[in-house]
């Protein structure tokens, strides 16, 4: 029994030996394939807990310290970078381009991979928090003779410092685009210290020049003494108080270094600004005969500087002889300085002949444009100098100013409506062109009443001086393209003139300003049927009516009609020279007291008139003169007129009895149309005209047999006695066929 018990527990112990085995087995170090969306989800980071947002980023570069170490053509690189990890699950973090060598990477000092995506190298980063990612990597150095450089390629980190070291001892560094740089010397090699911008994109680009290498800078080894060769640029300004100088030196610094330029400038002329790269300060001490001015550099300077100075001293008396300011580079071997003076204000500059190691030259052939460049005036002189000091005599003479327009109109546009009643409604419109003047000076026509006043599309207050003129605010022309924009100033008022009646002679008057008008039209508009029978005045009447004013249709009541241009569409029933569209885009502008824009409407069956004129001075008032008549009233003394000429030389006939009752209803017709012109009668009165007229006709038609008799007893007469015609037959009295 006791050795079955030992073997059944010795079988049970050797089963459960296995399982054990099997409990402490090693997990599987294989691979395992999943889909992208579950590996995806399984990235995906951790929801925020419930009341706080999520961060704005998943991470960022928070810091980075680089050192490279150049050795041969290449450049070693140590980074150390502070990752931030904001979020749950795994971030790519980009580091460098694919091209660069990376030699190691280490995350929070253990070995990670670098994976390509989109030409960019990344890594893997998991776990909130800040890591701490070392990486290693080689960069190219390139030479430009006689100077290397090296493009610092880094990751794009917020806070960068780097720090460079360079194998020899006499080197210039230079970092382009600019940034803070630090040198120094350490055994035999040259160390840099600097940072860099977050957006390193395109990156920062790091040279180096051997001193010894350099002929230009070899004096910095041998410390030889720096050589200055100058270019002067010089542009003086003559004011009526002032003589004000810009300058621009162009400084070629050679064989070495210097902290400092040195300008000499008169010891009257203060200086307003001085401008130059890597410019520290800059300061003036008074000598004897001139005024040192120093310019301090914040780090040493060769090759090409530039300086820019502008500087100004008093003028005494601008009727007067003096000196050209002087603007000297101290310490320069060769200068050459070219200089122009132009004038501001009415200043006259003379050049004198005391010159001393200067030439004029011509403004336009020899000025370099540097020069005209810095004018904002015509130069006027120009000089030449190679040496300093150089001397130059000037004299300026300050003439008398003479007045000249502040203002002008460059059109002026007129609309006047005759009404039955003798009333004239009239709107015009200048185009003025205003540079400083306030107002508009006017002066209305005896008896107009204003009605309202626009200015550049909006309402204005008119007031009325002591002498009866009106005054109307303007504004000012603003520059479109270098020019004086126009903006129109529209009045309208009305008055009351002789006008109604058969017959008429009409008197209009245009406003009187005080602005000189380059052109003017006005077009006038005459009531119902009138016909024109003289046009005067000042302003010149259109061609037609001109040229038919005083000839025989007219007085015989033909129709003259004007070339006044059709009213458009967009005209409607408003004055085409009238703001009314202005007015309409701004109906928020008229509101308290301001005028409200009165319309013009165009008759439909009525006459207008166009007239013009050129180069209206301000002290003329523009006019028109009108002798008008109604139709009939031109109708009937046209055809009376036309039967008196006819029947002028048939004065025998008069003693018919027809004629002379023909005659009287012609008188009786005149006198009716003057007395009742206008009426409800006009109408019958005008064919009454007519039916003279016919009468008349049809009467020298019954009597055209009788005229020929008297024409051949008229031809008799006229022959000698007693010698009769050889080819006329005799002829025998004609009886009297009224018997």
């Known amino acids: 029994m006791r050795a079955r018990i030992l073997v059944a527990l010795l079988a049970a112990l050797l089963t459960c030996i296995p399982l054990a085995r099997a409990e402490e087995a090693p997990k599987s170090q294989g691979k395992v394939t999943l889909p992208l969306a579950e590996f995806l989800k399984l990235t995906e980071p951790a929801p925020s807990p419930a009341g706080k947002p999520p961060a704005p980023v998943a991470f960022s570069l928070a ?29 790519e973090i980009p580091l460098l381009p694919t091209g660069v060598i990376v030699q190691e990477a280490r995350l929070d000092g253990k070995p990670v991979s670098v994976f390509p995506k989109d030409a960019v190298g990344h890594v893997l980063v998991r776990g909130i928090g800040t890591h701490r990612l070392e990486l290693v990597y080689h960069l ?17 980190t917020a806070i960068s410092t780097w720090t460079m070291s360079v194998p020899g001892r006499q080197l210039r560094l230079k970092a382009s685009p600019g940034i803070p740089l630090q040198t120094r010397p350490e055994g035999p090699r040259t160390i840099a210290r600097g940072a860099l911008p977050a957006d390193a994109s395109p990156p920062v680009r790091l040279s180096w020049l051997s001193l010894q290498a350099d002929p230009g800078a070899r004096g910095l080894v041998t410390r030889e003494k720096a050589r200055l060769y100058g270019r002067i640029y010089q542009l003086v300004r003559v004011s009526e108080k002032a003589l004000q100088t810009r300058a621009r030196l162009d400084v070629s610094i050679l ?33 004897p005969k001139d005024r040192l001015l120093t310019i301090l550099l914040s780090q040493p300077a060769s090759g090409d500087l530039t300086v820019e100075l502008t500087t100004e001293a008093e003028l005494a008396e601008a009727d007067s002889r003096w000196s050209l300011p002087f603007v000297y580079l101290e310490g320069a071997e060769r200068v050459k300085a070219s200089i122009g003076v132009c004038s501001s204000g009415p200043l006259e500059l003379l050049p004198r002949d005391d010159l001393q190691e200067a030439r004029r030259i011509d403004v336009q052939q020899d000025l370099p444009a540097p020069v005209h460049t810095m004018a904002g005036s015509p130069i006027l002189l120009a000089y030449e100098s190679h040496r300093q000091p150089y001397h130059i005599g000037l004299e300026s003479r300050k003439g008398q100013e003479v007045a000249v327009l502040d203002a002008t109109i460059d059109s002026a546009q007129g ?34 009443e204003l009605w309202s006043a626009f200015v550049d ?93 005083r000839s025989f249709p007219t007085l015989l009541g033909g129709s003259l009609e004007a070339s006044a241009p059709a009213p458009s569409e967009a005209d409607g029933n408003e004055s085409a020279s009238g703001p009314d569209s202005q007015a309409a885009r701004t109906p928020g502008l008229v509101r308290g007291v301001f005028p409200v824009q009165a319309q013009v409407p165009r008759r439909p069956s009525g006459r ?13 008032a523009p006019s028109v003169q009108i002798l008008w008549a109604s ?14 000429v006819l029947l002028g030389g048939g004065f025998r006939l008069i003693e ?16 009716g149309e003057v007395l009742l012109g206008g009426t409800w009668l006009e109408p019958a009165l005008t064919g009454l005209a007519q039916a003279l007229w016919l009468l008349g006709v049809l009467w020298l038609a019954m009597r055209a047999g009788r005229l020929g008799s008297w024409w051949r007893q008229l031809r008799r007469r006229r022959e000698p006695a007693g010698l009769p015609s050889p080819t006329a037959p005799p002829i025998a009295p004609e009886p009297d066929r009224e018997g």
């Open 457 to 549: 599309g909006r309402p204005a207050r008119p007031t009325q001086e002591p002498d009866g003129r009106v005054r109307i605010p303007l504004v000012l022309s603003a520059g479109r393209g270098g020019e004086m924009a126009t903006f129109p100033v529209v009045l309208t008022w009305v008055r009351q003139v002789d006008g109604s009646g058969p017959l008429a002679w009409t008197r209009l008057q245009a406003p009187r300003v005080d602005i000189p008008i380059s052109e003017m039209t006005w077009q006038v508009d005459l009531p119902g049927e009138r016909q024109v029978l003289h046009l005067g005045g000042t302003m010149e009447p259109p061609a037609p009516e001109r040229r038919h004013s």
């Open 415 to 448: 609309r006047t409506l005759l009404t039955e009643e003798g009333k004239a409604l009239s709107i015009f419109t200048w185009q003025v062109r205003n540079n400083s003047r306030q107002g508009l000076l006017l002066a209305l026509p005896e008896g107009a």
């Open 255 to 287: 064989r070495n270094e210097v902290g400092q330029i040195q300008v000499l400038i008169p010891r009257d002329a203060e200086v307003l600004s001085v401008e130059c790269p890597d410019l520290d300060s800059w300061r003036t001490e008074d000598r």
């Open 140 to 156: 190219p150095v390139q030479e430009d003779s006689p100077s290397r450089f090296l493009d610092l390629v880094v990751p794009q």
């Open 608 to 620: 207008s008139l166009d007239f013009s004129r050129l180069m209206v001075s301000g002290e003329e």
């Open 656 to 671: 018919d009895r027809f004629w002379k009752t023909l005659a009287w209803g012609w008188a009786l017709l005149v006198l």
């Open 631 to 644: 139709n009939s009233l031109a109708a009937s003394a046209g055809w009376f007129l036309f039967a008196l």
């Open 63 to 91: 810091r980075g310290q680089y050192g490279f170490r150049v050795q041969g053509d290449w450049a070693r690189v140590q980074a150390d970078l502070a990752i931030r990890i904001l979020g749950g699950g795994f971030h």
